[in-house]
């Protein structure tokens, strides 16, 4: 007798009561199965809808803010080709720009610092103060920093207004200039630091005195 013949006798011997218990049961079973089954296809399709709807908000929002990324883009493209000009000596640049409007600024150069990964960027800033400069003349100065071939700005600024003279100010600013190094210079710098880093570690085994047993 095989599997499916002793289910059917058994359940020829259920009464009518408890038939309808068992087809209850198992009509129960296939609706749960059934129910898992469509909950996980559901959730699958609703994910990658999901997926779909943030893709074409996504397209939307690109080609809504087209102008604006062009913009920044062509910003970033001429920083970028600024970066890669050598800046002038910063505390010579910044005097004579200065003297051309008429401003006497006091420098107070700062340490020259390194950025990127790979110390691809060179930064060097100075800070310069002006004892009662004319609004106008401040501004022109400002003006100029920014003008040139070479990426140098503005990163911080601090202004003290003079009572009773509202077109004189004691103002405090610092300027950066970056530069992009080369390739070759990335090269020759690495190089240079390695060196240093061998000469260290030669000079301390040097230093070490040797240890004898004594008898």
């Known amino acids: 007798m095989n599997f499916t013949q002793r289910i059917e006798n058994a359940y020829d011997q259920l009464a009518p009561r408890e038939r309808r218990v068992v087809v209850a049961l198992l009509f129960v079973v296939v609706f ?13 399709f609703d994910e990658r809808r999901e997926r779909i709807r943030a893709i074409e908000d996504a397209i939307s929002l690109l080609q809504k803010n087209a102008p604006q990324l062009q913009e920044k883009q062509e910003s970033l493209g001429s920083l970028e080709f600024k970066a890669v000009q050598k800046p002038p000596s910063l505390q010579g640049h910044l005097d004579q720009l200065a003297t051309q409007v008429g401003l006497s600024p006091n420098f107070t150069p700062q340490k020259p610092k390194d950025l990127g990964d790979n ?17 106008a003349s401040f501004i022109q100065f400002l003006d100029s920093i920014e003008k040139g071939a070479s990426l140098i700005l503005v990163t911080e600024i601090k202004l003290n207004t003079r009572r ?12 950066s200039s970056y530069y992009k190094r080369s390739a070759e210079e990335l090269k020759q710098l690495h190089e240079k630091a390695l060196d240093e880093k061998n000469k260290g570690k030669s000079s301390d085994s040097k230093d070490e005195k040797p240890v004898t047993d004594e008898i």
């Not at 749960?32 to 699958?44: K, M, N, R, T, Y």
Request: aromatic share 16%; net charge negative.
């Open 164 to 175: 009773g003279q509202p077109d004189r100010i004691d103002p405090t600013i610092v300027v």
């Open 32 to 44: 749960f199965i059934f129910s898992v089954f469509a909950f996980f296809i559901i959730d699958a």
């Open 119 to 135: 110390q691809e960027y060179q930064v060097e800033s100075v800070e310069v103060r002006f004892n009662d400069a004319p609004i």
